[in-house]
């Protein structure tokens, strides 16, 4: 295949990458940033990834670039569907394709106004200011603990309008969710269906006890099944969803922010001295400790070009974030 800068890049092969996959990523950015490799699913033939922000940010946005299209990939999708964990969350937002995906995703863009976002924030800082003035009377914090565990769960019970008591016992089942989305593995482990069926008998309680907030995102989606417009399991699935996107990747993001700062201690002293800000900082720690390194991959529902590189009606293709 050729690549761009006249270069071809090597078949990528995702599963054997070891821990430190981020100078192989670098190394097929630097050979023109696409690359055929190994299908994130035993079920398709092999897949395209892409490797460069430009490329990324092309796939991502690509409207022919789909999660499930009609035609060739309907018996795929329909052989993944068929698993415990991928039947719930493929009815979540993340999965679904236009026009269905703005039907779902209504519920969020009502939650994250530019007033909510704003009034969050606030109530974030105070969070942290907190818990770091009682780190700092105490003479030490487990970060991970201390800081990102509660500071993320506080977020998702604001966002959802939803109480979690215990969140510890949230993130154990949420943890062990995480495998279904693991390229490494083939199939997704038995652990990780069973902890598909915890929380979503967690999210069924909460449904059946009708605790949640009436402004929160929660509240929102009930009202699009009591208006019939989503059906009763697309909740289930999406409250769900959410529980788990909204902490699992901000907890991690967080335990790699930290120990990039411990292990490059020329930049903390930049941040300490006050030479960069804070902001500037997260988004370069949210970028080079990137918590999630493959978007789901998307279908090409016609023949495209990316990068020089035909893709094919029915070919997979992957933007590898990290
Ligand atoms: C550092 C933190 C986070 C990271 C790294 C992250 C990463 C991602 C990625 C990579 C996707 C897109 C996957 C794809 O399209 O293939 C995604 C989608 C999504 N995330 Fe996050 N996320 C983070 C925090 C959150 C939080 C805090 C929430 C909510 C409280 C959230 C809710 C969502 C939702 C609803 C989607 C689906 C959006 C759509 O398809 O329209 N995420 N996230």
Same mark, same amino acid.
């Given at each position: 295949?050729?690549?761009?800068?006249?270069?071809?890049?090597?078949?990528?092969?995702?599963?054997?990458?070891?821990?430190?996959?981020?100078?192989?990523?670098?190394?097929?950015?630097?050979?023109?940033?696409?690359?055929?490799?190994?299908?994130?699913?035993?079920?398709?033939?092999?897949?395209?990834?892409?490797?460069?922000?430009?490329?990324?940010?092309?796939?991502?946005?690509?409207?022919?670039?789909?999660?499930?299209?009609?035609?060739?990939?309907?018996?795929?999708? %329909?052989? +993944? =569907? #068929?698993? /415990?964990?991928?039947?719930?969350?493929?009815?979540? !937002?993340?999965?679904?394709?236009? *026009?269905?995906?703005?039907?779902?995703?209504?519920?969020?863009?009502?939650?994250?106004?530019?007033?909510?976002?704003?009034?969050?924030?606030?109530?974030?800082?105070?969070?942290? %200011?907190? +818990? =770091? #003035?009682? /780190?700092?009377?105490?003479?030490?914090?487990?970060? !991970?603990?201390?800081?990102?565990? *509660?500071?993320?769960?506080?977020?998702?019970?604001?966002?959802?309008?939803?109480?979690?008591?215990?969140?510890?016992?949230?993130?154990?089942?949420?943890?062990?969710?995480?495998?279904?989305?693991?390229?490494?593995?083939?199939?997704?482990?038995?652990?990780?269906?069973?902890?598909?069926?915890?929380?979503?008998?967690?999210?069924?309680?909460?449904?059946?006890?009708?605790?949640?907030?009436?402004?929160?995102?929660?509240?929102?989606?009930?009202?699009?099944?009591?208006?019939?417009?989503?059906?009763?399991?697309?909740?289930?699935?999406?409250?769900?969803?959410?529980?788990?996107?909204?902490?699992?990747?901000?907890?991690?993001?967080?335990?790699?922010?930290?120990?990039?700062?411990?292990?490059?201690?020329?930049?903390?002293?930049?941040?300490?001295?006050?030479?960069?800000?804070?902001?500037?900082?997260?988004?370069?720690?949210?970028?080079?400790?990137?918590?999630?390194?493959?978007?789901?991959?998307?279908?090409?529902?016609?023949?495209?070009?990316?990068?020089?590189?035909?893709?094919?009606?029915?070919?997979?293709?992957?933007?590898?974030?990290?």
């Amino acid at each position: 295949m050729r690549a761009g800068h006249g270069m071809t890049a090597p078949f990528f092969n995702p599963f054997a990458l070891g821990e430190d996959p981020f100078a192989h990523f670098a190394e097929m950015r630097a050979l023109g940033g696409i690359a055929r490799g190994a299908a994130p699913y035993p079920e398709l033939a092999d897949a395209h990834y892409v490797f460069s922000h430009e490329l990324v940010s092309r796939v991502l946005k690509h409207p022919a670039l789909l999660q499930a299209p009609p035609g060739r990939y309907e018996e795929v999708r %329909r052989k +993944l =569907v #068929d698993q /415990a964990p991928m039947a719930l969350l493929s009815r979540s !937002v993340m999965l679904a394709d236009p *026009p269905h995906h703005g039907e779902l995703r209504r519920p969020v863009a009502g939650c994250l106004s530019r007033s909510a976002v704003e009034t969050l924030t606030q109530g974030l800082r105070a969070l942290s %200011r907190e +818990l =770091v #003035d009682r /780190a700092m009377a105490d003479g030490r914090i487990d970060a !991970v603990a201390g800081l990102a565990v *509660p500071v993320s769960f506080w977020l998702l019970q604001e966002i959802m309008g939803i109480e979690i008591e215990d969140p510890w016992a949230l993130k154990s089942v949420t943890s062990r969710m995480a495998g279904a989305f693991d390229l490494r593995t083939d199939q997704p482990p038995a652990a990780s269906a069973a902890a598909y069926g915890e929380c979503r008998a967690f999210v069924e309680e909460r449904l059946a006890q009708q605790a949640f907030r009436p402004d929160g995102m929660v509240a929102r989606m009930a009202r699009e099944v009591a208006e019939g417009r989503w059906s009763r399991e697309d909740m289930v699935a999406n409250v769900v969803f959410m529980l788990f996107a909204g902490q699992e990747t901000v907890v991690d993001a967080f335990g790699n922010a930290v120990v990039a700062l411990h292990r490059f201690p020329e930049q903390r002293d930049l941040l300490e001295r006050r030479a960069v800000d804070w902001s500037s900082a997260a988004a370069e720690l949210l970028r080079y400790g990137a918590s999630v390194q493959y978007a789901v991959a998307r279908i090409a529902a016609e023949d495209i070009d990316l990068g020089n590189v035909g893709i094919a009606n029915g070919e997979a293709v992957v933007a590898v974030l990290g």
